[in-house]
């Protein structure tokens, strides 16, 4: 292999990494104030691409694309309040499971509103063919975009948990509810909170990845399986972990097409999920210690 | 200030407490002692909301506090210092103190948080020290020094503590009681103190209750508790040190 088709390669295995990462920072955002896996993550990825895609008819690109982020992060606050909210004292097992099937609700309901149609929008600079030269490797500005939205969403993300109010009340939240509650931090308004913040994370990395990757009602569920991976590799709950993770899913599957048929890509994650799983189930970032002390 | 009339709570089909009743009038520190099991935490999580309560009445200020969520009775000025300290441990002491605070941000009245912080860290110049430390490295005594820092920023007006000189060194021990003591004196607070060592508690307190199996079964001035011979033989006798 040549070094510019090896660049190419980890080129094409970043910009899909980011998008896992994105996916994987949601699922933690979730987990770590509710300890659960939400598994309509993957929903929210396409909600975002979709509602983008139908807004960007009336609406300029970038307004279309805000406007996507904030009707996603309205759906995320309403899954909250119906169906999590107002129970009282729930098992995790029974709230992951309402996660299940709030994202066969969302996905059918997504099927009913948008039809089987795959969408798209379009390249934010240039066209699909354009390409950027960085020394002898060709990049679509989208993946500049891609990885340059995730980033600043990323480092956006990790400033309000560590230097606002709110942030830090999350975070206690996560880390010790019952302490939180006598702090007078309502922990529920967390939850909702959370489901909010990751409903919009994951529409902004929908919307930006659509014109590359295309999307369809039913796109969310292997993105959540994808992000799924990327998190349990990270360890769960770690969102720096998560895009070292993002990275390392990304970049192995764009090397498989070298040695794999493509057909075979799906089975890359599947297979190293099933991996972390059995040999450190705490993820390659995190200590068993640490994961010892988790719900399940 | 704060008058709880036989109040019942228990953990799912377990009944805990019985009929249990108590006051504490402003200003005054109170003790309930009483051994492993005997209902301590399980009475100061249903006072501070954490717990729901079967039956019974908690008026705090004359108000019925008994159906409200923990969040709330904060707010309203009770703050519960829990049992094994409970910190943010991934947080840094700095942290934890502010997160305290979040009542004064619901209040508006986060202005006085800058003050807040100074007053603790005069009262425990220990946490000003390892103001950026993760909670979680702190040594025990510190732990304790923080949960309690923590609860101040509330600014409540009655402070629960639950057991405060749990798994605490001998020396640490005795300072705690002493900070309790000028908690009182320089925060002008009302203290209910729950504890198993009877000697240290008593010491610290003007009155105290005896918790058994979930009923009070004695109460009185802490005097008359020390030198009454029931109490002496249970919870004093076996520990000359007061570290039960």
Redesign the interface.
């Known amino acids: 292999m040549n070094p510019d088709l090896f660049f190419q390669y980890v080129v094409a295995g970043i910009t899909y990494g980011t998008i896992y990462a994105v996916v994987a920072i949601g699922f933690n955002i979730i987990y770590n104030a509710t300890g659960i896996i939400n598994f309509a993550q993957g929903e929210f990825v396409m909600l975002g691409g979709m509602t983008a895609v139908t807004l960007s008819r009336f609406l300029p690109l970038p307004v279309a694309i805000l406007g996507a982020v904030a009707v996603t992060t309205v759906i995320g606050a309403v899954i909250d309040i119906l169906f999590i909210r107002w129970l009282r004292g729930p098992s995790v097992l029974r709230m992951i499971i309402i996660t299940i099937g709030v994202s066969i609700l969302v996905r059918e309901a997504a099927l009913h509103v948008w039809g089987e149609s795959v969408r798209a929008l379009p390249y934010f600079t240039g066209t699909s063919v354009t390409s950027i030269k960085m020394g002898n490797v060709y990049i679509s500005p989208q993946v500049l975009w891609v990885v340059g939205v995730s980033a600043v969403a990323v480092v956006a993300l990790s400033a309000f948990f560590n230097y606002t109010?709110l942030g830090?009340?999350m975070?206690?939240c996560a880390?010790?509810r019952?302490?939180?509650?006598?702090?007078?931090?309502?922990?529920k308004n967390m939850v909702t909170l959370s489901f909010m913040l990751s409903a919009g994370i994951g529409a902004i990395g929908g919307a930006v990845v659509c014109p590359i990757t295309y999307v369809q009602y039913d796109s969310g569920t292997p993105l959540a399986i994808k992000g799924f991976t990327v998190a349990i590799l990270g360890g769960i709950g770690n969102s720096a972990a998560a895009v070292g993770a993002g990275m390392i899913l990304g970049i192995l599957e764009s090397f498989s097409i070298w040695v794999l048929p493509a057909a075979y890509k799906e089975v890359i994650s599947i297979s190293l999920l099933l991996l972390i799983l059995f040999i450190r189930p705490s993820g390659i970032f995190g200590s068993a210690e640490e994961a010892r002390l988790k719900e399940f | 200030m704060l008058r709880v009339k036989n109040l019942e709570a228990g953990y799912g089909p377990l009944k805990v407490l019985r009929k249990v009743s108590l006051h504490i009038g402003p200003g005054e520190i109170v003790t309930v002692i009483g051994a492993n099991g005997a209902g301590k935490t399980t009475l100061l999580k249903t006072l501070?909301?954490?717990l729901s309560a079967r039956g019974g009445e908690i008026l705090f200020e004359k108000k019925d506090i008994r159906r409200l969520?923990?969040?709330r009775i904060?707010?309203l000025g009770c703050?519960?210092v829990?049992e094994g300290r409970?910190?943010?441990?991934?947080?840094t002491v700095r942290?934890n103190l502010?997160?305290?605070a979040?009542?004064q941000?619901?209040r508006k009245r986060q202005g006085e948080v800058k003050e807040d912080l100074e007053r603790v860290f005069a009262l425990f110049p220990r946490l000003k020290e390892r103001e950026t430390q993760l909670a979680g490295t702190l040594s025990g005594g510190e732990q304790q020094m923080l949960a309690i820092g923590?609860?101040l920023l509330?600014r409540p007006r009655m402070l629960f503590l639950d057991e405060p000189s749990m798994g605490l060194a001998p020396r640490m021990v005795r300072e705690i009681f002493v900070h309790i003591a000028r908690l009182r004196k320089e925060f002008g607070l009302t203290i209910l103190l729950v504890e198993q060592n009877a000697r240290g508690a008593l010491g610290v307190a003007d009155r105290g209750y005896v918790l058994e199996t979930g009923r009070m079964v004695l109460q009185g001035p802490s005097e008359e508790l020390l030198s009454n011979q029931d109490v002496q033989r249970a919870y004093l006798g076996r520990s000359p040190e007061g570290d039960a």
């Open positions: 109010m830090r009340q975070r206690a880390a010790n019952d302490a939180a509650r006598l702090c007078g931090i309502s922990a | 501070s909301g954490l969520p923990a969040e904060v707010f703050s519960l829990p409970q910190l943010f441990a991934p947080l942290e502010i997160l305290g979040s009542v941000y619901r923590r609860a509330s």
